[in-house]
């Protein structure tokens, strides 16, 4: 495979992926900077499953796709832009287009959270040549397909670089535009292959008119662009579909015009939309902290309400898209919340569970009443940790709106991972199943003056904690040295 000029001077990095868990690693090379969903997204992607680097995989789809741009004079030059809007993560086709296969609606995926940029803003005019390179690139590669899906994902990223709450009148209005620009310019592309191909549809479906102004500068002028009155190529142009393997290699967090269902990212920490709207916003992640114990919500999440509500606004304007969300179901009445003093009490509580160190401290009411619980463990991995951080703060935020302790013991007691065993360093509590049984016991004996009973014991010659999981042994699994009375003693009649 020849060298592509514009991967050259890119820090590259080799890694073992399959394209699932189950599927053998496969050795790929692909920028340094690229996480490992993007190198699993490669494996699926890339046809066979011999070595391959992105580059190479990239050229193996581009290469055919600018020939036959070139033989019929399309200019300028296809292979360079298709590239560039790989490596910069803008922009990347379907499964199909990868691997050479036929596709009933061939897509394409336009990454908008890459069109932004903090120091100069959105890129509306990179945004429309994308367009236009997606639905001329797809027409070279599938000529026969009279349907294309150009569509869009991570919306609520590109939404949090703006410093905009997905669930806004403004931040509908900038999806509503951009959706105008992505309709308008597709069809103008293919009113401008229909010369070349021959025409399909009369002209372009009519569309409303998208909002006269927002927040970004340029886009409404640019979605306020006539509809093409021309012979379009395609029935239809664009489409939002489930994201898959080309999301992830293009480093999407959600797909398509979804709203972040939560502000922490796969590792625990904060998603990358959510930093990038405390950024626009001014604001740090301790001071986002810090309005949070006070009781205020500095990084909002949407439901399902305002995901209906957005689905609304972008749907007129785009060819398919994926069933409108539920409605939410009505609230459930609840208590306000009963914020602790600025100064509580509480304690810390030191135990080991197998090997395993924690620190539990606990934050109580001035009537003594639990209302905070945070647990710190030494060894575990950093996903591990961050789950329990997250964990913590939905129990203290359940005890803070009135869910009683008695609720979570009965919860979580009894629970069953490891690591497991014997207590040290609490005498309260004898043996634990897990990590959380250990924290309701001791809760429950600390502030409901509650025992639990202890969970029965595992068998003396269990081996590692992954011994409970397996299957009671069959007659015919007992060890072959035993006499046929030594098996009798060891059946039981379960059935008569």
């Known amino acids: 495979?020849?060298?592509?000029?514009?991967?050259?001077?890119?820090?590259?990095?080799?890694?073992?992926?399959?394209?699932?868990?189950?599927?053998?690693?496969?050795?790929?090379?692909?920028?340094?900077?690229?996480?490992?969903?993007?190198?699993?997204?490669?494996?699926?992607?890339?046809?066979?499953?011999?070595?391959?680097?992105?580059?190479?995989?990239?050229?193996?789809?581009?290469?055919?796709?600018?020939?036959?741009?070139?033989?019929?004079?399309?200019?300028?030059?296809?292979?360079?832009?298709?590239?560039?809007?790989l490596l910069t993560r803008r922009g990347a086709p379907s499964i199909g287009v990868w691997r050479g296969e036929a596709e009933a609606r061939p897509g394409f995926v336009l990454n908008l959270a890459s069109f932004h940029d903090p120091s100069h803003g959105l890129d509306v005019e990179g945004f429309a040549e994308a367009v236009r390179l997606a639905v001329v690139a797809l027409t070279l590669a599938a000529p026969q397909a009279a349907c294309l899906?150009?569509?869009?994902?991570?919306?609520?990223?590109?939404?949090?670089?703006?410093?905009?709450?997905?669930?806004?009148?403004?931040?509908?209005?900038?999806?509503?535009?951009?959706?105008?620009?992505?309709?308008?310019?597709?069809?103008?592309?293919?009113?401008?292959?229909?010369?070349?191909?021959?025409?399909?549809?009369?002209?372009?479906?009519?569309?409303?008119?998208?909002?006269?102004?927002?927040?970004?500068?340029?886009?409404?002028?640019?979605?306020?662009?006539?509809?093409?009155?021309?012979?379009?190529r395609h029935r239809a142009t664009t489409a939002v579909t489930a994201p898959g393997a080309v999301e992830a290699l293009l480093g999407v967090e959600t797909g398509g015009i979804a709203p972040a269902f939560s502000p922490l990212g796969s590792s625990g920490g904060l998603s990358r939309a959510a930093r990038a709207l405390l950024a626009a916003r001014g604001t740090t992640a301790e001071a986002a902290l810090a309005a949070m114990l006070a009781g205020l919500d500095p990084l909002p999440v949407a439901g399902a309400a305002a995901h209906a509500a957005m689905h609304n606004a972008v749907a007129p304007f785009l060819h398919a898209m994926p069933p409108r969300p539920a409605a939410e179901p009505a609230p459930v009445p609840r208590t306000g919340r009963k914020l602790l003093p600025a100064r509580a009490r509480g304690y810390t509580q030191r135990a080991s569970i197998g090997g395993h160190t924690l620190f539990l401290?606990?934050?109580?009411?001035?009537?003594?009443?639990?209302?905070?619980?945070?647990?710190?463990?030494?060894?575990?991995?950093?996903?591990?940790?961050?789950?329990?951080?997250?964990?913590?703060?939905?129990?203290?935020?359940?005890?803070?709106?009135?869910?009683?302790?008695?609720?979570?013991?009965?919860?979580?007691?009894?629970?069953?991972?490891?690591?497991?065993?014997?207590?040290?360093?609490?005498?309260?509590?004898?043996?634990?199943?897990?990590?959380?049984?250990?924290?309701f016991r001791h809760l429950a004996a600390s502030y409901l003056r509650r025992d639990i009973p202890p969970a029965q014991e595992e068998p003396a010659d269990t081996v590692g904690d992954g011994a409970r999981d397996q299957a009671p042994l069959l007659p015919l699994d007992l060890p072959q040295e035993a006499t046929p009375r030594a098996r009798r003693r060891n059946l039981r009649l379960v059935q008569k």
């Open 149 to 232: 899906g150009v569509g869009v994902a991570d919306l609520a990223g590109l939404l949090a670089a703006l410093g905009l709450d997905y669930d806004s009148d403004a931040a509908r209005d900038v999806a509503a535009c951009l959706a105008a620009v992505l309709r308008r310019r597709a069809d103008e592309a293919s009113a401008e292959l229909a010369g070349l191909f021959g025409e399909v549809a009369p002209e372009g479906a009519d569309s409303p008119a998208p909002p006269a102004a927002c927040v970004v500068p340029g886009l409404a002028a640019a979605a306020a662009r006539p509809a093409s009155r021309l012979g379009l």
């Open 361 to 439: 401290r606990t934050g109580e009411y001035a009537d003594g009443q639990l209302g905070e619980i945070a647990v710190a463990l030494q060894k575990e991995s950093a996903p591990f940790r961050g789950l329990m951080d997250a964990f913590s703060a939905a129990v203290s935020l359940g005890l803070q709106h009135g869910v009683p302790l008695e609720a979570f013991v009965e919860a979580f007691t009894f629970t069953r991972f490891g690591p497991s065993g014997a207590v040290e360093g609490d005498p309260a509590v004898a043996r634990a199943t897990s990590l959380l049984d250990y924290v």
């Open 1 to 85: 495979m020849k060298r592509i000029r514009l991967w050259q001077g890119v820090r590259m990095r080799r890694v073992g992926a399959g394209a699932d868990a189950d599927a053998p690693p496969r050795p790929l090379v692909l920028p340094a900077a690229w996480d490992q969903a993007a190198a699993e997204a490669l494996a699926t992607l890339a046809p066979g499953s011999f070595p391959v680097t992105l580059p190479d995989a990239a050229e193996a789809w581009i290469a055919p796709i600018a020939e036959r741009g070139r033989r019929i004079g399309i200019d300028p030059p296809l292979s360079e832009p298709l590239h560039r809007l």
